[in-house]
């Protein structure tokens, strides 16, 4: 069977014969539960995550071929050089709310969030987010997987690489205050979200503040209804905040209850990280229907190479108008329609899902329609009783540059965290293989595939 596949000689084979064919089951539990205890302090917090978020972390691991890999950092190197150009800035700012053209003062954006679905070697970007959650929970998890049947090298370097992950955490949030050139020390910390103890990633915020203390930054978790601005300074009860690490829904502080962020962040009297002119540059769905759009791409002056990235990666995307519901009706089978501001999947449908109620909301409101690109799939359970489950792949960056890229394993329409099996899952890029010869030499150095996920690796499922 894998001299027959190592035939078909295409890039990514490795990568996908793996996410179909290894069991292995490398997170352990154990080591999770220890980290987690240690990171929150708390029984009490433990017992909150454990019992909320059950479907955080998938047991085994997602695998990308290298090339896939190279060609995610060369879409979103692309993304940012379009969005760095002039007149794509005044293109976008145009029509954005007025608080998109407010001068961030420096701020760049944490945790921007570039989502991919891979597919039969193929790379397709899906959106882009300016407040990407995760990270932290990348960063525990990545200390409790260990060694899988292939490439040791990487399973070996993942406690590492999860530490100078968490310090490159904190230096992004120092850059911020750096480049915002406050002139002394950051000191205090806000995140900052609506109802914050009731989000689902609560958890997170909770992994942060400990990071953020632990490198003696004083931090609060605080819904933006608490804060308050007194004499040029936004406050938290007594606390005066230097940066709010931005996890709000509401990106362009239109609320009531945003109203003192609000007014704190044009008055420069905080630096506010994600910020609404990110949000409006990158992460408004709309600006897809840009960057797949030739013809525009070339009057806003973007270099053929740039266009050549876009255009073979980016699925295609198009606001939806009214004047075109009869075409778009009829394709509805091959496009996902999304709200242009929409988040965490919401009010987003399958056009192979809608009733015609569904569809009149569609063309009210403020959609694009963006072609399907089906999802990459990781078979989980044993070789006697497997289960298929569908996996995007999200890479956070800071300023253009990857700092991890995580998989987010699911079933259903979109990524729920609510799959047993399911959740994020750490990704390990293995060489192309375009020979037969190529495939053989992994698979000797993994021990033999059958041998390994049939009667090792699934041993250490109650891990």
Not at 2 to 7: D, H, W
Not at 155 to 184: C, P, Q, Y
Request: proline share 5%; with cysteine.
């Amino acid at each position: 069977m894998l001299e027959k596949k190592g035939n078909m000689a295409k890039a990514g084979l490795v990568s996908e014969m793996l996410n179909s064919e290894c069991f292995c089951v490398s997170l352990d539990n154990d080591a999770l539960h220890q980290a987690l205890s240690t990171e929150l302090g708390s029984p009490a917090l433990l017992a909150l995550v454990e019992e909320r978020c059950p479907y955080l972390f998938s047991a085994q691991p997602v695998f990308v071929s290298d090339s896939q890999t190279r060609r995610m950092a060369e879409v979103i190197a692309a993304v940012e050089s379009v969005v760095a150009l002039p007149s794509y800035r005044e293109h976008i700012l145009a029509s954005a709310p007025t608080i998109a053209s407010h001068d961030p003062g420096g701020a760049k954006g944490v945790f921007f969030g570039y989502d991919f679905h891979l597919n039969d070697g193929g790379v397709g970007l899906i959106e882009v987010n300016t407040n990407a959650g995760g990270a932290m929970l990348n960063a525990l998890m990545a200390r409790a997987h260990h060694a899988c049947c292939v490439d040791m090298e990487q399973f070996a370097g993942s406690a590492d690489a999860a530490t100078a992950f968490e310090n490159s955490i904190v230096d992004m949030f120092l850059a911020e205050w750096r480049h915002s050139k406050r002139g002394r020390p950051l000191r205090t910390i806000a995140i900052v979200d609506t109802a914050p103890q009731q989000q689902y990633l609560y958890p997170e915020f909770l992994l942060f503040q400990k990071l953020f203390e632990r490198h003696g930054l004083h931090a609060v978790i605080a819904d933006p209804s608490e804060l308050t601005l007194q004499d040029g300074v936004l406050r938290h009860g007594d606390t005066a905040i230097d940066l709010v690490y931005n996890r709000l829904t509401d990106f362009m502080l239109e609320t009531a209850d945003c109203a003192a962020l609000r007014a704190a962040y044009l008055e420069q009297a905080v630096v506010l990280t994600p910020h609404p002119q990110g949000h409006a540059l990158y992460a408004d769905k709309r600006n897809l229907s840009i960057f797949c759009n030739a013809e525009l791409l070339l009057a806003l002056g973007v270099p053929q190479s740039v266009q050549d990235t876009l255009l073979q990666n980016i699925l295609p995307t198009e606001v939806v108008d009214a004047a075109q519901a009869e075409r778009l009706w009829n394709a509805r089978r091959q496009l996902f329609f999304k709200p242009s501001a929409g988040f965490g999947s919401r009010a987003a449908y399958r056009g192979d899902k809608i009733t015609k109620r569904v569809w009149q909301e569609i063309l009210a409101g403020d959609y694009v329609a963006q072609a399907i690109m089906l999802p990459g799939e990781r078979t989980i359970g044993t070789p006697e009783s497997p289960e298929a489950l569908k996996f995007d792949i999200r890479c956070y960056t800071y300023a253009g540059n990857v700092q991890w890229t995580a998989a987010r394993m699911y079933q259903g329409q979109t990524t729920n965290f609510r799959t047993p099996g399911g959740g994020f899952a750490p990704v390990y890029s293995l060489p192309d293989s375009e020979f037969a010869e190529e495939i053989g030499d992994i698979v000797k150095r993994a021990g033999h595939l059958e041998n390994c996920c049939a009667t090792g690796c699934t041993q250490d499922a109650g891990k």
